[in-house]
């Protein structure tokens, strides 16, 4: 098997080549959401239930996906870089590569330290307060693979769709296709899961995600390696500008509608947690209470 | 000059709707040849060539370069071959100087300094984005791109299209330095600028609705053929009179002006020694050549097509 320690010298140097053009042309939105979330996570600790980590991903997926898989299509390049030496097939890779691996880093490592509930334990080493006290972590526990999943299979559609597109409309309008099919698919996937089990419990969704994701992506690639290079028509004119600007707005409101619903139901969770809680207690209290009035003179 | 770097067998391409682009093209050129490519507007020159890269899918046929389908083979192969398209554009945020810099990387043949010399020939600012300059600057930037990445194939699209004759001038001075640089480089390019494809090409080829109308070497195609005036004594042309090899023909009462392919030398000897006829010869330029040929009927092309002198050496 094929390892970057493998390649010859001069592989490398072109890979890395590539993973570098690739890096410069979206390293500042790169480096935008790398701030966004570590300021969100670990500082701030806004980003407190998975949830949050979807809306993230799925706006990153909004923003970023879209623009650097279609990159050829909206800059009219595609020949040009069809004819280069590395290939499609480097292309999609290395696109593919950078784009799946900052998602999966900043979704993973978000879910893993929101589970573990690092950035508060970190936090209470240098001061105790409201915002520092740790959160129990939020159940069902199968929330924090969704919050890696659902990005990622948003991201697959999402990168597939833009990097097979046919026009730059299509790539404006990339995240919306892949957003309904992992939306249809979750959804039928929870529904089966609590006619058999009378509640989701989520493996089968999560397995369902992770198979769709990577088949997805691997029949990108081969239709990739297939594809015809769009002929000409120069980077996007003020008709495309505009599509890709009122698709990137919707996205953006769906974005902050994601929000919405993410943070409704987080209140509704943590007041039925809370809830619970005084209940417990109260049958506590109830319990500690019953042996003295059994005591009846 | 005998092995071809680039072959073409029967290749078609149509686009949707029914519109047949390439239709059964052979093409075969000989290493180190600086081959020509001239036809009409909608010939499928364009589309040829982009066969060949390996951009769009034949949909008959095999189009080879360097002995395999580009698209398919190793980066060692792709590296020896570049390309400039027509309708080409450039990553428009990069600088020709990070361009530069990139290409030096992918192509382990990179020439810097032929680079540096091909912009300062140019006279090119490499330090703005290239969505700022101008069209010809951006060509003349894809243009150093391909020559100095130093290839065994160089496949350009109509590279001067857009230029200013100084320009044109530059761009084929640069052609000629890359061919002089003693290795055995071997050029396809496709152009409707018939005095730049005299002055480097040394094989032509006519397109014609997607086919192969004629190809060769230069030399042979234009000293294959003569305009051959017949003027007779009469008040017309005699019903029923063809000259030998006649392709074209064209008459105005007593006079019969043909374009005749020359496969005998006496072929117009003979015509001469008839003493009611007065018959005048003349050769042709490329461009008569080409305008003779594309105003030709095309349901009788075959005849072309199977004449001795078509045919590589």
């Known amino acids: 098997m094929t390892t970057f320690s493998t390649l010859t ?8 080549a590539l993973a570098l053009r690739q890096w410069v042309a979206f390293g500042s939105l790169h480096i935008g959401f790398l701030v966004a979330w570590l300021v969100a996570l670990w500082v701030l600790q806004l980003v407190a239930h998975p949830g949050w980590l979807i809306a993230f991903g799925l ?13 050829d299509i909206m800059d009219g390049t595609e020949e040009f870089s069809f004819a280069l030496p590395p290939g499609r097939r480097a292309i999609f890779l290395t696109r593919m590569g950078i784009g799946l691996a900052f998602l999966l880093l900043t979704t993973g490592l978000g879910s893993l330290a929101m589970a573990f509930d690092v950035p508060q334990a970190l936090w209470s080493l240098v001061a105790t307060s409201g915002i520092t006290e740790p959160n129990r972590p939020v159940t069902p526990s199968f929330l924090y693979a969704l919050a890696v999943l659902v990005p990622a299979a948003a991201f697959a559609g999402t990168f597939v ?29 929870l529904q089966v899961e609590s006619l058999i089990w009378d509640k989701p419990i989520g493996w089968m969704t999560c397995v369902m995600l992770l198979l769709g994701s990577v088949l997805t992506l691997l029949a990108g690639f081969l239709a990739y390696d297939q594809k015809e290079a769009l002929i000409g028509g120069g980077r996007a004119g003020a008709r495309s500008g505009t599509i890709a600007v009122v698709a990137i707005a919707i996205g953006i409101t769906v974005f902050a509608l994601a929000m919405f619903v993410v943070s409704v139901s987080y209140q509704s969770m943590t007041v039925r947690e809370v809830r619970d809680q005084s209940m417990t207690v109260r049958e506590v209290d109830a319990l500690r209470v019953t042996p003295l009035e059994t005591v009846d003179p | 000059m005998n092995d071809a770097v680039i072959e073409a067998i029967d290749l078609s391409k149509t686009f949707r709707p029914a519109v047949v682009a390439v239709n059964g093209l052979d093409l075969r050129v000989p290493r180190g040849a600086v081959y020509g490519l001239i036809g009409r507007n909608g010939a499928g020159k364009s589309t040829t060539l982009r066969l060949l890269m390996g951009l769009l899918r034949p949909d008959r046929g095999t189009a080879h370069v360097l002995g395999s389908d580009i698209k398919d083979a190793p980066r060692e192969t792709r590296q020896r071959v570049t390309y400039v398209s027509q309708e080409q554009q450039l990553p428009w945020r990069m600088t020709a100087d990070e361009l530069m810099a990139y290409f030096s990387q992918l192509y382990d043949q990179w020439d810097t300094a032929f680079a540096t010399d091909l912009v300062r020939r140019f006279d090119l600012d490499t330090t703005r984005p290239l969505g700022t300059l101008s ?54 390019f496709s152009t409707h600028i018939l005095a730049d494809l005299e002055r480097v090409a040394d094989h032509i080829g006519f397109m014609d609705r997607g086919r192969m109308m004629l190809s060769g070497p230069l030399d042979a195609l234009q000293g294959g053929m003569r305009r051959v005036q017949v003027i007779f004594s009469g008040d017309r ?20 002006t043909a374009i005749v392919r020359l496969t005998d030398p006496d072929q117009v000897n003979r ?22 040929l594309m105003e030709r009927d095309p349901h ?6 199977s004449s001795p002198w078509w045919q590589h050496a």
């Open chain 1, 9 to 16: 010298d001069a592989d490398r140097r072109v890979w890395t």
């Open chain 1, 59 to 71: 706006l990153y997926t909004v923003l970023v996906t879209p623009g650097m898989a279609g990159a």
């Open chain 1, 161 to 189: 769709v833009a990097s097979l597109a046919g026009t730059r409309t299509i790539v404006g309008v990339s995240w919306g296709i892949a957003f309904v099919a992992v939306g249809i698919g979750v959804f039928a996937s």
């Open chain 2, 135 to 188: 069209g010809g600057d951006q060509r003349r930037v894809a243009v150093i791109l391909a020559l100095a990445a130093r290839p065994d194939v160089v496949i350009l699209d109509e590279p001067a299209a857009g230029l200013d004759p100084v320009s044109r001038r530059q761009l084929i001075e640069a052609m000629i330095d890359f061919l002089g640089d003693g290795g055995e480089r071997t050029v396809l």
């Open chain 2, 237 to 256: 042309v005699p019903s029923g009179f063809e000259i030998p090899g006649e392709l074209r023909r064209r008459t105005d009462g007593p006079v019969l």
């Open chain 2, 271 to 292: 015509l001469q020694a008839i003493e009611e006829l007065r018959v005048t010869e003349h050769s042709l330029g490329l461009e008569d050549l080409f305008i003779e």
């Open chain 2, 300 to 305: 009788s092309m075959g005849d072309l097509q």
